[in-house]
């Protein structure tokens, strides 16, 4: 799934904007990287993938987009398509976000499944959490993941970005024997020039490799441009 902190960023933009010929902006953005990794664990066998998406913000706070990136599960899905759209705004240094994301996996529709995200962000800290009554296609246990980030700029054009979440599913062993619910982690320097921006992040989770693939501990590199 999308990062959605320039998304975010975008729509507060806009609404503070306060000019009448600025009253909403598409943007798109293309990302090659060495490994999709979604809360930690690998989408791609640990192999690379192409992604891009294209965004609708307007000043008003609401948006949408749509996002995709090739995946590799060992089944017929190849590609995932993420739908989504929101609210965003902010109550003084207080910026909120309250969305919908839909997850479709071409070729296997029955692991197609939806969440609700709210987030908040103060300053440099970010925080909140997804939730899921299907997780993973219909029938599916409730999952519920909560997170909390922190970002910081260390020079210009350098940055530093910290997560930690928690994915609380309601099933035993669901990822394996003895592997339910799961931390992930990651820490991305960031660093932009020429209008592209570069990452190296360093992820992970508390599962069993050798249980569930592609949990281990692991760099990620990272190009993209935003169009």
């Known amino acids: 799934m999308l990062n959605k902190t320039k998304l975010t960023t975008l729509v507060a933009a806009l609404a503070l904007s306060g000019a009448a010929s600025v009253s909403a902006e598409i943007s798109g953005n293309v990302t090659l990287v060495s490994d999709y990794s979604f809360r930690g664990i690998s989408q791609t066998g640990e ?11 307007a000043e008003s ?23 989504y759209f929101g609210y965003a705004g902010a109550v003084g240094d ?26 908040f962000s103060y ?8 939730y899921s009554s299907e997780y993973l296609g219909d029938g599916g246990p ?30 035993s062993d669901f990822w394996g024997e003895g592997e339910d619910s799961y931390s992930d982690y990651s820490a991305t320097l960031g660093f932009s020039a020429g209008g592209v921006d570069f990452g190296l992040a360093f992820v992970g989770t508390s599962l ?9 501990d692991r760099l990620v590199l990272s190009v993209s441009k935003s169009l």
């Open 47 to 57: 192999k690379g993938a192409i992604q891009g998406g294209f965004d609708y913000a």
């Open 61 to 83: 706070g609401f948006y949408a987009g749509v996002w995709a990136s090739n995946v590799e599960f060992g089944t017929e899905s190849s590609t995932e398509m993420d739908y």
């Open 94 to 119: 207080l910026g909120y976000d309250v969305g919908y994301i839909y997850f479709d996996y071409e070729g296997d529709a029955e692991f197609d499944y939806q969440e609700y995200a709210v987030g």
């Open 123 to 130: 300053g440099d800290i970010s925080f909140g959490f997804n």
């Open 142 to 171: 409730d999952f519920l993941y909560p997170y909390v980030g922190y970002s910081m700029a260390l020079t210009e054009g350098l940055s530093l970005d910290l997560h930690y979440g928690y994915s609380d599913i309601d099933a």
């Open 208 to 216: 069993d490799d050798g249980i569930v693939a592609g949990s281990d």
